[in-house]
């Protein structure tokens, strides 16, 4: 029964060596954690990058590589930097316990040289998401996962949800942002001043509010751009002339469904045009005492309307060939309209 002893203690040598790199492990996280509580993200240096990143581990680990130090001129990496405390603070804070088992870090260049070269990395920042090898969240592959900052700073919330996609089956903290009382105290206060300054003119500003020709002019200004297509150049970003191809410019683009931005412009000035003799001819011309200067403006505000309406007419002729209205004097369209854009 010698042998007994001797097979036992074969048979338990790499039974206590997992213990032990489990118990490792464990109490890395721990110290770790603990860590971050106090301070979170949790700043690192190449040899606790080194030790918090090692396998085989039973949590995951976040690590950011940045360069804050103005010297070397980072302009992504300051922009980032709050939106990654503010999600540390809200993931440590709601996570007091671990049971997410992630660990947010920071490891700046300064502080990690070594690092950054033997990563080869020539830019920053770097979002890595050190997966579990071990344990009941364990992956195949042991590689970090890289976040994308292809598109600028992200948010915190882009952030975590790229996390939380990563880290399924555990519990991912809601973010969340203090409140900036500076921000609160000086929006109240601006509020305040402008209130008062309005308080104070009232007398000078109640007038001109309460004024129907200014909201009259207003309203026909407002008209005049969504009737002339200024809504339309702002959504499909139109061009605001084009060529005509023939060495010249194009002001007028063909076709109903296109138009230019200058086009736009003009027709507005039309149509303003044909709104203020309108409004002249109704309003101004009947108020008139003066026989004779009534009948001057009759006519003069009648031909300026038959005139801009006939150029407006032509126009349309000119964006379509089939349009069947026409009126003296631009009978024949003089405008050099392009078959196309």
Request: with cysteine; charged share 15%.
């Amino acid at each position: 029964m010698r042998w007994l002893p001797a097979l036992l203690s074969i048979v338990a040598l790499p039974l206590g060596s997992f213990a032990a790199k489990s118990s490792s492990s464990a109490s890395r996280f721990q110290t770790f954690h603990t860590q971050a509580v106090s301070s979170s993200p949790l700043k690192l240096s190449d040899s606790t990058y080194k030790k918090l990143t090692s396998a085989p581990r039973d949590y995951a680990v976040a690590v950011l590589l940045t360069a804050l130090d103005a010297k070397y001129g980072c302009q992504l990496c300051t922009a980032f930097q709050p939106e990654w405390e503010v999600l540390s603070k809200s993931w440590t804070k709601g996570d007091k316990k671990g049971e997410s088992r992630l660990i947010l870090s920071t490891l700046d260049f300064a502080e990690g040289r070594d690092t950054f070269m033997s990563l080869g990395l020539q830019t920053a920042p770097v979002l890595f998401l050190f997966q579990p090898t071990t344990g009941p969240h364990a992956v195949p592959n042991p590689d970090p996962l890289r976040f994308d900052f292809a598109n600028g700073p992200p948010s915190a919330e882009q952030v975590h949800d790229w996390l939380a996609r990563h880290l399924p089956d555990r519990p991912h903290p809601a973010v969340y942002r203090p409140v900036n009382y500076v921000r609160w105290a000086v929006s109240t206060v601006s509020v305040l001043g402008v209130l008062g300054v309005v308080f104070k003119l009232s007398p000078y500003i109640l007038p001109i509010i309460q004024n129907r020709n200014v909201w009259a002019g207003l309203s026909l200004i407002g008209i005049l751009l969504f009737t002339s297509g200024h809504m339309y150049n702002q959504i499909r970003k139109v061009p605001y002339v084009s060529g005509d191809g023939r060495g010249g410019i194009s002001y007028f683009a063909a076709g109903f469904q296109s138009q230019y931005g200058l086009e736009t412009q003009i027709i507005a000035f039309i149509y303003g045009v044909l709104s203020f003799a309108t409004i002249s001819l109704a309003m101004k011309a009947p108020r008139t005492k003066d026989n004779n200067v009534q009948q001057i403006m009759v006519i003069a505000w009648g031909i300026v309307l038959t005139v801009m309406y006939s150029f407006l007419l032509s126009v349309f002729r000119g964006k379509n060939g089939g349009y069947p209205f026409k009126l003296p004097p631009f009978i024949v369209n003089s405008i050099s309209i392009p078959n196309s854009i």
